[in-house]
């Protein structure tokens, strides 16, 4: 992979991201993320203007659902890192072992059933189509 | 797709899931996807069984969010009748209509980082690692 | 879609493979897939050349249980067409409504197994490396 | 990930499904993969339930084909662990270097035509449509 | 689905977001994912925010070959909707007949030889390992 | 891994292929894909032959442009080795840092609005949908 590009050695557009990622973080720690993706300045601003937006801002999903629901996603994608990088957000906010393990197991058995569906090309029933 | 096998034509092993699934869920109502499955009825038994164990068993992580889990997954998959159904299940557990906009918010960045993180190749902190 | 190109449309290259695949399958009948990816003719040959070298010439694994592997692909893949092409070929080649359902349980729990193991970070075992 | 429970440190729940996995497979050896979700025993008892039921009770599919189905579907998710596992058990029920070779050429042409089919927006044939 | 929120009937930041479409496009026409997704109006500007920035600004690739790109993604996840707007967005921009039954090519070719590295295990050359 | 056969060890099928890709390509150099799936010979040709049809021939697609789509669907697929790979000839080919930074924002993107379309469940517009 492409070096992580260090704090000290950040100007510009990257500086000013990395600060408000430790200031909104309150931690000087900058996770890889970041500092890799720091090599295309306007992909970092852009996805921390987007992680703000929706994982950072208070609303109506609690932030520990909403790094279990992250880690959903990159379990069934595959992406180590974000397993990694999730799963530490989502202990940090107070995911015990037995949430986690239960965690998988929803993530686990949807995959199954996404796939029994599919595989038996079941019909919407009536009852579950509507408008908004 | 097969045709639902309906209530009144069940019978043996699916007649008894059939009415475990109504006692359970305090309804008549049978979705496709049981209906469809059970011409298979080891399928049919097993994923019940799974189903109840894993979603309906009180636990650690509360129903609502289960199915938030639930519907993160099928998104990821695309799998149309699981969103439909898991939709379903979650607005009558109380999910409302900008919690779902937000669910989706979540799993749509979730599909992007995992992919940055995949394509720049980043390499997990050290901070991230971890044993049980 | 485009509109599938009809046997009597045909020419040149592909009028050549749509009587090569008359000729390999002892059939008239041609389905969509092929009809329509003969609107980029260098596509149908290059596909049917696959095709034919992977899935119709005889070799050490017999004829239903290619068509299996190609549905359990596609199930997990989420492709209508292919689970219904590939679905029709493999009851033409014998699959019963019993192995049909046993392949869909085994695609399903794979499926669930699969993100277990990626989610719980599971390393392989010492005994399950290998070299050719 | 987290550390493998051994055998000789489990106890109860988790015991108990180590003895059967020993005795159905008539070997000591346990593979990491019910190590490590043994942390989360509700899983380790539910996935070897499942697994006994779909892969392990003699059935209409034979025991090579279906560790052939489990290696399709865990190469087109990418599970590293699982390729590892199943392969092994596939080498041991008789799997042949010749037929690996087929089985992952099959899994990449049906990936391949998936996309296709998927791409070319192509229609299902009136002849592949089906009721059971 | 939700019924799209049309034009005559969206107001504030919904308003504003369709009248920038409409500007940054030169049309009225506002399609389908940007009326439905206005039901979230927060992901409608964040989208719309991101896609300007992505798709939009003029940069180092050029916008045919963008939609190219997106449609390679879109066909490899099965989302027609994606396959369909930005298909009609790369022929508006002069994708040729031609040039969509070569990438179709590409993005089938991809997926077989992606999992034909996977389920080989192919170990990434030495030549092939760089650091930015 | 199967350990890669090197040029020297090869005969018959397998060093016809390497000498074709090695007059191809213009070097001395084969990656370890080849010398890997060599080890089931009708992979290598079948797989070197489309990759001449799809990626080699001139065609109404440049070269360029092909490896970004290539290098798009393999970063979908978490293909680790794709992206080496294919990442090593599209810079051979021209690719700059600032176009790679681009084409994963595009392939992120995508991956983001692919899932936003699926899980609202927006309609095709009329305008999109379109005979050949």
Redo the contacts between chains.
Sequence with gaps: ???PIEYEASTGEVRAVYDDIRATRKTD?I???WK??A??P??LS??W???K???VRP???DPL??E??????????????????H??AARAKGL??????????????????????????????E??????
């Design positions: 992979m492409p070096k720690f996770n890889n993320f890799v993706i090599h295309h306007s992909t852009r996805i203007d987007s992680l937006r929706v994982m609303s109506s999903i659902t909403k279990m629901i992250y880690i959903a996603v990159s379990v069934t994608n595959n992406c180590q890192y974000c397993i990694a990088s799963g530490a015990t072992d037995e949430q986690f393990g239960e965690l998988l197991d929803i993530v686990g058995l949807a995959n199954e059933t996404n796939r029994l569906a599919i595989g038996w090309q079941v019909e919407v029933d009852a579950f189509r509507q408008d908004a």
